[in-house]
T-cell receptor
Framework: DTGVSQDPRHKITKRGQNVTFRCDPISEHNRLYWYRQTLGQGPEFLTYFQNEAQLEKSRLLSDRFSAERPKGSFSTLEIQRTEQGDSAMYLC?????????????FGPGTRLTVL | AQSVAQPEDQVNVAEGNPLTVKCTYSVSGNPYLFWYVQYPNRGLQFLLKYITGDNLVKGSYGFEAEFNKSQTSFHLKKPSALVSDSALYFCAGLGRNYGQNFVFGPGTRLSVLP
């Protein structure tokens, strides 16, 4: 499967713990996006990368959240000192183009449950 | 602020009948508008988009959508529904001055009954 992959698919953690998610985009895709989706809602934009540069962050992305894409390929999203409100599906998407008006290819998501 | 609304949580339609999934937007200027579909345990898949030009946009799997600026709507349509169209549909918008901050609607669950 050459689509966007995310690891792990499910993560259960205790409040206050740190978690890290990984996203592997489709090969040679320049753009990589992170979204958060809660039950009954559409995805909410968190941040995006153009190659290795993080170019935009949503106000939803608090100081406890950090994302990296060190070599312009895979990306990680870390949440420090998790809170129960962080429980959600975290989606990654990539795009081969360099414009906002082009389609994105989504991964299956990582479901985070904070106890 | 920009927003996208999908006024129906659930749409039921009989197989073979036409279907419509509604979307309205509040995005400044001329927006980019998208439809994505989500099947169980699968990532969101792109269906179609409106950028500029013809108001009627055709997309994957026989779906189409009509951009209506006066009604600020971008409804998704298909002339003849299939049971396999049953899924969760998301409308998304992006204002041209809002960077990459896509806004998704809450989703509409489409059930096509055999």
């Amino acid at each position: 499967d050459t689509g966007v992959s995310q690891d792990p698919r499910h993560k259960i953690t205790k409040r206050g713990q740190n978690v890290t998610f990984r996203c592997d985009p489709i090969s040679e895709h320049n753009r990589l996006y992170w979204y958060r989706q809660t039950l009954g809602q559409g995805p909410e934009f968190l941040t995006y990368f153009q190659n290795e540069a993080q170019l935009e962050k949503s106000r939803l992305l608090s100081d406890r959240f950090s994302a990296e894409r060190p070599k312009g390929s895979f990306s990680t999203l870390e949440i420090q000192r998790t809170e129960q409100g962080d429980s959600a599906m975290y989606l990654c998407a990539s795009s081969p183009w360099t414009s906002a008006k082009d389609e994105q290819f989504f991964g299956p998501g990582t479901r985070l449950t904070v106890l | 602020a920009q927003s996208v609304a999908q006024p129906e949580d659930q749409v039921n339609v009989a197989e073979g009948n036409p279907l419509t999934v509604k979307c309205t937007y509040s995005v400044s200027g001329n927006p980019y508008l998208f439809w994505y579909v989500q099947y169980p345990n699968r990532g969101l898949q792109f269906l179609l988009k409106y950028i500029t030009g013809d108001n009627l946009v055709k997309g994957s799997y026989g779906f189409e959508a009509e951009f209506n600026k006066s009604q600020t709507s971008f409804h998704l349509k298909k002339p003849s529904a299939l049971v396999s169209d049953s899924a969760l549909y998301f409308c998304a918008g992006l204002g041209r001055n809002y960077g990459q901050n896509f806004v998704f609607g809450p989703g509409t669950r489409l059930s096509v009954l055999p």
